[in-house]
């Protein structure tokens, strides 16, 4: 991705493996010295993977998860996990739909009591951004550490890095034949060549980007002095009460017809936005709290956050399906 950052990297592996040691303290990604199963493919990265953990003083096994999907290909690259990474192999027939996503939730499986690492990297992360904001017009990043147990101590590297790595420490790596006919291979192949003529920098400014987005939610847990709320896109909004924090859907303003959830709203008045119940929230032009009008027409507290209060500014004009307001006309889809 930088050619000098890549040379500068070949020519002192120790300076790389410090940046991964770096990113595991402070995420606290494997307890020093401890154990962790490097899932390996015998690709560049996550043979680096192996060799920079192993370097680094921990305690690391690898294992290989043969999906042989490339029949002689796939067998050769078990072959080379084996023998090359002392990896174990294990058999997993590929599920009816081979996506992505399934195959590699397939090889999560494995090892689940055990602390796993992957060889994603920043190169991956990009990746995974594009796709993303195209496919949901959302930008989540890869996390450093999944709820599951897997970690990513690669992050900060480059898949650049990663191959002029393993050409300096002399390591042999295997390459994918099939990578160019995914999705991933798609955006590697075709769309980042693009968007690095548009910019040179278009791959870190990408990574900057998500990593804006993250810190912004990091600081809105943090901050447990009076309110606060985020966008997060893809329509749903971050809110920080003091010490409660919630996602809600994100406002949406009442232009002729909304859909939320089961109700379609309808309105020719200017000014209204449809939104959930907030705490404190009243009617308008009224003392009565909103929660009040909930407990009176026994809705269930399950079901509170989810129903859609029409508003203009602060106030709220009407309770679809209990308050009624002129010029607002609302529908359970349901009914």
């Given amino acids: 991705m930088n050619e000098a950052h890549t040379q500068a990297s070949a020519a002192d592996p120790e300076a790389l493996r410090g ?10 990604l494997i307890p020093p010295g401890g154990e962790v199963v490097a899932l390996v493919s015998g690709g560049p990265d996550s043979t680096s ?16 998860v043969n999906h042989g999907l490339r029949g002689a290909e796939s067998d050769e690259d078990a072959r080379f996990c084996r023998e090359v990474l002392v990896a174990a192999v294990v058999g ?9 996503d399934a195959l590699r939730e397939l090889r999560y499986s494995f090892a689940r009591d055990r602390l796993r690492a992957t060889g994603h990297t920043a190169s991956d992360q990009v990746e995974t951004i594009l796709y993303r904001l195209v496919a949901s017009g959302g930008t989540k990043a890869i996390k450093a550490k999944r709820e599951d147990g897997v970690v990513r101590p690669l992050l900060p590297l480059w898949r650049e890095e990663t191959e002029a790595y393993c050409r300096a420490e002399g390591l042999s790596f295997r390459v994918d034949s099939s990578n160019p006919e995914t999705a ?22 990408l990574l900057r980007f998500a990593d804006d987005q993250s810190s912004k939610l990091d600081d809105l847990l943090a ?12 329509g749903l909004t971050a809110v920080r009460e003091y010490q409660s924090v919630w996602l809600e859907q994100t406002p949406v303003a009442l232009d002729q017809s909304v859909r939320w959830g089961r109700w379609r709203i309808e309105s020719e008045l200017p000014g209204l936005k449809v939104r959930s119940w907030r705490p404190g929230d009243r009617l308008a032009g009224r003392r009565k709290k909103v929660q009040d009008v909930f407990v009176d027409a026994k809705i269930p507290r399950s079901e509170r956050d989810a129903w859609p209060l029409v508003v203009r500014g602060r106030e709220v004009v009407a309770v679809p399906g209990i308050v009624e307001a002129p010029g607002v006309k609302a529908t359970r889809e349901d009914e």
């Fill in 92 to 100: 997993a027939p590929p599920p009816a739909r081979p996506t992505e």
């Fill in 49 to 64: 993977l192996w060799h920079v953990l192993g370097a680094l003083g921990y305690r690391v096994e690898a294992l290989h």
């Fill in 184 to 205: 991933r291979g798609l955006i590697r192949e075709e769309i980042l060549p693009l968007l690095r003529r548009l910019h040179p920098a278009a791959e870190r400014n």
């Fill in 19 to 28: 940046r991964v040691e770096e990113h595991i303290r402070r995420h606290e």
């Fill in 223 to 234: 901050d447990r002095t009076g309110s606060k709320r985020l966008d997060l896109g893809n």
